[in-house]
């Protein structure tokens, strides 16, 4: 991590040489977002959770656990709590170069009395008495993710409690503490699974029946995607997924885990805690995942869910199913739960699962074929195309799945996709046309010459890709002089929004919510000013101006440009960003916008530096750059 610092550091030199440097800007954002993952601003503005542990932290001190461990302190934010209730001495240890760094300026600016003592380590390498003088009585930590063990807590707690923690207090009800006493807060946690019928997942998942008519030849009955085959969760709100969800399931308790019983948190690591449950179907549908939040004991009395539509910074952990699993009302569904090795697993009992043929794509290219209107379009281009005996089509998208369709059609001689790609393509043509697979362009021969070039501009994240913009440049010398580029032309959507709940993804709104600690203006140094993977149909916004064209280019060109836009505001509000999308022309009157529901490509939004207070009928102008393949949009300044 410390090559990271270094490295904000040159491009942070480099934008003060050149402010519109848009390739070291790009490289910055990523940089920040490597460092200062973008939860930590959610779990910042959470005052439900920050007021939630301050109050368990003050009553603990009032019981006299006095001396604070704050295992993976973060902005350190836990810690200023001790000091605030009370705490004689409190160590709070962190292993993050840039959360260390952050850490740092907080307590210097926060800690007068000098209480708190940072420690740039791991937990697992603190040594009693070289950075703990003794034992401590109390730990506090947030080291949860969706999945409540995802951040090693297990293994930690299970270490702190052998080395660094007095030994745990019988008195869980009404805790007392003494010279022999340990707690932990928070107390523990309740995992719950349910199944959920849900679009976004099913379209991230499987191939679903209908939406791709070559793919009916295949010769196997599902189409999975490779990502469902290491048994990892993704975390989701499933509040903003597109289309929504439902609970087809009752929600069941599938594990409770102590975290003031060392024994507990051994045999939750060890597997002992194991186990198969029984879910039931409360209504008929297909269940496309099965979803965990937990419950959070921060003490005796006060807790916080991480239920869905609870509001709370945790998101939500979703194990897609492997098969799309048709229900009925009343049945029961076998799960197994395991917490083994510190990871949280919920699978469909195998016993359920009867697949005779079974095929794995990427993630991006079971978005890709399940996006109906995109595969519409590549049918209406196939069949526009006129039969040349000679052509060759070289497709890079996710899938190729408009080359495949020349191929049958016959309008190309040969296509030429990724290796990736080579057993599903075989398996719907066998020996039709000529198939070629390349790992990359740069296998290409100087002789392999295209009639035809299908690209993706445009990453599933809601930018302009640029790596596909640069590989363009190196495909020319294999284009024939009338090569034809597909898609002819993209076009950049915008709108101006006032949305609150795009801030506080991106930044901590105010030191309002962290109790008035004086913590924004350090941590806000890692601030995004794009926030991609948005789905508009399921954000808080309210538009501010009208959807309109704010770049538009070929394929065969993304010149260096600056440019500015003029964008009439209608009504009075606060424009906290510019949402965008894209809108792609494959000739003719063949057009796809991403500004769909089901669109296998996201949406993003550019967030104004400082929110901007405008009245019905002002103009905000905007400046619209591109360099080096790279799109950037800012209002333009005074």
Same mark, same amino acid.
């Given at each position: 991590? =410390? ?60 019981? =006299? ?396 994240? =809601? ?123 494959? =000739? ?51």
């Amino acid at each position: 991590m =410390g090559h990271l610092v270094e490295a904000k550091e040159f491009f942070e030199k480099a934008l003060s040489a050149k402010e519109d440097y848009l390739p070291a800007a790009h490289n910055l954002e990523n940089l920040a977002s490597a460092m200062v993952e973008r939860w930590h601003f959610r779990m910042l503005n959470d005052t439900v959770r920050n007021e939630s542990y301050r109050e368990a932290i003050f009553k603990k001190i009032r019981q =006299g656990f006095s001396t604070i461990l704050d295992l993976g302190t973060g902005t350190s934010l836990l810690s200023l709590y001790a000091m605030q209730g009370g705490a004689k001495k409190i160590f709070a240890c962190e292993n993050s170069p840039a959360m260390i760094e952050i850490a740092k300026d907080v307590i210097k600016y926060n800690d007068s009395k000098t209480l708190i003592q940072l420690i740039p380590l791991s937990s697992t390498d603190l040594q009693i008495p070289q950075n703990l003088p003794s034992r401590v009585s109390l730990l506090v930590t947030e080291t949860m993710d969706a999945g409540v063990f995802g951040e090693n807590i297990l293994q930690s707690l299970i270490d702190a409690w052998d080395r660094l923690l007095l030994p745990p207090t019988k008195y869980f009800t009404a805790p007392k503490a003494s010279s022999r006493n340990g707690i932990v807060v928070p107390f523990g946690a309740t995992i719950f699974v349910a199944g959920v019928q849900c679009p976004f997942i099913a379209n991230s998942s499987h191939v679903l029946p209908g939406k791709c008519e070559i793919l009916e030849a295949l010769p196997f009955k599902v189409i999975a995607s490779s990502a469902l085959e290491n048994g990892e969760y993704s975390s989701e709100d499933l509040t903003r997924l597109p289309g929504g969800f439902k609970l087809l399931t009752e929600p069941v308790e599938v594990l409770k885990v102590n975290f003031n019983d060392p024994d507990d948190l051994k045999k939750h690591l060890n597997g002992e805690r194991d186990k198969t449950v029984d879910l039931m179907c409360s209504e008929p549908g297909v269940i496309d995942a099965f979803v965990s939040w937990f419950v959070l004991q921060l003490d005796e009395d006060l807790k916080i869910s991480t239920k869905p539509c609870q509001q709370s910074c945790w998101e939500q952990a979703v194990f897609a199913t492997r098969i799309p699993l048709v229900v009925e009302s009343n049945q029961k569904v076998k799960i197994c739960i395991s917490s083994a090795k510190g990871v949280l697993n919920v699978q469909l009992d195998a016993k359920d699962i009867e697949i005779d043929s079974y095929c794995l794509l990427e993630p991006d290219a079971i978005r890709f074929l399940n996006d109906r209107a995109w595969i519409s379009a590549m049918h209406s281009v196939a069949n526009n195309m006129k039969a040349t005996e000679n052509s060759n089509v070289l497709d890079l998208s996710p899938f190729p799945y408009l080359g495949l369709l020349m191929l049958k059609k016959g309008v190309c001689k040969s296509l030429t996709t990724l290796l990736k790609m080579e057993d599903a393509c075989k398996d719907v043509f066998g020996t039709i046309g000529t198939l070629r697979f390349i790992q990359d362009i740069e296998e290409l021969n100087g002789d392999q010459i295209f009639d035809v070039v299908i690209l993706s501009p445009c990453s599933q994240h =809601g930018e302009i890709d640029q790596e596909a913009m640069h590989m363009f440049g190196n495909l020319r010398n294999h284009m024939t002089e009338n090569c034809i580029l597909l898609p002819e032309k993209i076009t950049v959507v915008g709108q101006l929004w006032e949305s609150q709940w795009l801030n506080s993804m991106s930044r901590l709104t105010s030191d309002e919510n962290v109790t008035n600690f004086r913590i924004s203006e350090f941590v806000n140094k890692y601030k995004l000013k794009k926030h991609l993977d948005l789905s508009i149909q399921n954000v808080q916004y309210i538009p501010l101006s009208e959807p309109q064209q704010f770049h538009s280019f070929e394929l065969c060109q993304l010149p260096d440009s600056l440019t500015c836009v003029d964008v009439k505001v209608l009504k009075q509000g606060t424009v906290d960003a510019l949402a965008y999308w894209f809108e792609f022309d494959f =000739g003719g009157t063949i057009h796809v916008t991403t500004n769909r529901p089901d669109s296998h490509l996201l949406q993003a939004a550019y967030l104004f530096h400082e929110s901007k207070t405008v009245s019905e009928g002002d103009t905000v102008v905007s400046k619209v750059i591109t360099q080096s393949g790279i799109l950037d949009i800012c209002p333009r300044s005074s």
